[in-house]
C-alpha cells in the first residue's frame, strides 16, 4: 500500500490479479512497465506517479481504459489474452505499448480517478454484519453508504441472499448472492432496512448505459460473474434508482449523523472497499464525526458503523463492526474475497 515505486506497485499488482483468478489481466498489468519506457503522455505520467502506488490503484486505472477499449469495440487486440489464448509476455508488452501509443489521448483520463469497482458481492458481508447487530442494537436499520460510486450496494435492500444457508432478501430479486460461506454461519435474525442512500464525489448513474460500460471496464475480464452482477443492478436501478448524493465523503457523514433520528432504528454508516481512496484529513474528520455521534447514541437511537476494507499490513479484506452504546473497539466478524466469492466467518 505504501510504495512510490512505480516499477513495484505494477508488479504486485500484477501477480494480486494473477493470484486472484485472472491471469491474462496480470499480463496486461504487467505489460503497462515497458510503457513507462515510452514517450506516450500515459507512459510520462505513470513514470512520475505523485503517490502511493497501490493505494490509489494506479495500474488499475489504466487496466480499466485498457479493457474499456475492448468492450466499447474501439479495439480488440487484447481478447486473446484475457481469453488465455495469448500468454506470451514479450507478446503481451507489444500489444499493450501499441495500444497505449494509439490510443494515448483517449487512456490519459483514466488515470485521473480511481477504479470505481462498485461490486454487489460485497454487500454478502455487510449484510452478515446487520444479521450481527440485530441482535446487539435491533433489527431495524437507516442504512448510509459513503463512497457509493453507482449506488449499487445502496440498492442491497432489494437483493436475495443466501449466507450460509441463511436466507435474507425477498425472493424475487434479480440480485442472488450466495457467496462460498466458510466457517461458522451467520446468526439467523430479523433485518429490516428501513431507508437507505450513498454519497459519492463523482455519483454514476446505472441507468445511463455508458456508466454501466464504464463500470464493466474496471471489472477483470475473467470475472464473468461480477459482469452479470453490473446487468442485474442496472434492472434494478431502471426499476428504481438508488438515492445518491454528490458530495465528499466527510461533509456528507457530518450532515447525515446532524440529522433527526428514529427511535428503534440504528442509524448505520458502511463502506466497501473505499477508505484508502478518501484523503487522511477526510478520514479524520468522519472518525472522529462517529465518535462524537456515538457519545451521545442511546438503547433507543443506536449508531453504527460497518467496514469492509483492506487491512494494509495483510491485505486480508476485513469485515469490522463498531457500534454505540456498546464496546469501545472495533470487532472482526469475517475475513473476504475482494469480490464477494466467498467469506470466512469468525464472529
Known amino acids: 500500500m505504501h510504495t512510490r515505486s512505480v516499477p513495484d506497485g505494477i508488479e504486485w499488482q500484477a501477480q494480486h490479479a494473477a493470484k486472484n483468478g485472472a491471469p491474462g489481466t496480470a499480463r496486461v498489468i504487467r505489460g503497462l512497465l515497458p510503457v513507462l519506457e515510452t514517450e506516450t503522455a500515459v507512459g510520462r505520467r505513470m513514470a512520475n506517479w505523485q503517490g502511493l502506488l497501490l493505494e490509489d490503484a494506479m495500474p488499475l486505472r489504466i487496466a480499466g481504459g485498457l479493457h474499456y477499449l475492448l468492450l466499447s469495440g474501439t479495439d480488440k487486440r487484447l481478447e486473446p ?105 451467520p446468526p439467523d435474525n430479523p433485518v429490516k432496512i428501513e431507508g437507505i442512500r450513498g454519497c459519492d464525489v463523482r455519483p454514476m448513474d446505472l441507468r445511463d448505459p455508458d456508466t454501466v460500460l464504464r463500470l464493466k471496464s474496471y471489472i477483470w475480464p475473467e470475472a464473468r460473474e461480477r459482469v452479470g452482477r453490473i446487468d442485474r443492478a442496472a434492472r434494478l436501478a431502471a426499476e428504481r434508482a438508488p438515492e445518491l448524493d454528490r458530495m465528499g465523503a466527510a461533509e ?43 457519545e451521545t447514541a442511546t438503547a433507543d437511537e443506536p449508531l453504527a458503523w460497518i467496514m469492509l476494507e483492506t487491512n494494509r499490513e495483510t491485505f486480508a479484506h476485513e469485515l469490522r463492526v463498531r457500534y454505540w452504546p456498546g464496546p469501545e473497539e472495533w470487532t472482526l466478524l469475517a475475513t473476504a474475497h475482494p469480490h464477494g466469492a466467498w467469506v470466512e466467518w469468525k464472529g
Open 81 to 185: 489474452v484475457y481469453a488465455g489464448l495469448t500468454t506470451d509476455q514479450n507478446a503481451v508488452d507489444e500489444l499493450v505499448v501499441g495500444l497505449v501509443e494509439t490510443f494515448d489521448h483517449l487512456l490519459l483520463p483514466w488515470l485521473d480517478h480511481p477504479p470505481q469497482t462498485n461490486e454487489a458481492g460485497r454487500s454478502a458481508s455487510i449484510m452478515a454484519g446487520l444479521l450481527w447487530l440485530s441482535e446487539r442494537a435491533g433489527p431495524r436499520f437507516e442504512m448510509n453508504e459513503i463512497g457509493a460510486s453507482a449506488g449499487i450496494n445502496t440498492m442491497m435492500e432489494r437483493f436475495r441472499f443466501d449466507l450460509g444457508g441463511v436466507i435474507v432478501g425477498p425472493t424475487g430479486s434479480p440480485m442472488h448472492l450466495a457467496p462460498e460461506w466458510r466457517g461458522a454461519r
Open 252 to 294: 456528507w457523514v457530518e450532515e447525515v449523523l446532524s440529522e433527526p433520528q428514529v427511535q428503534g432504528v440504528t442509524r448505520t454508516v458502511f463502506h466497501s472497499i473505499v477508505w484508502q481512496y478518501i484523503p487522511e484529513a477526510s478520514r479524520e474528520r468522519i472518525v472522529a464525526a462517529m465518535e462524537r455521534a456515538g
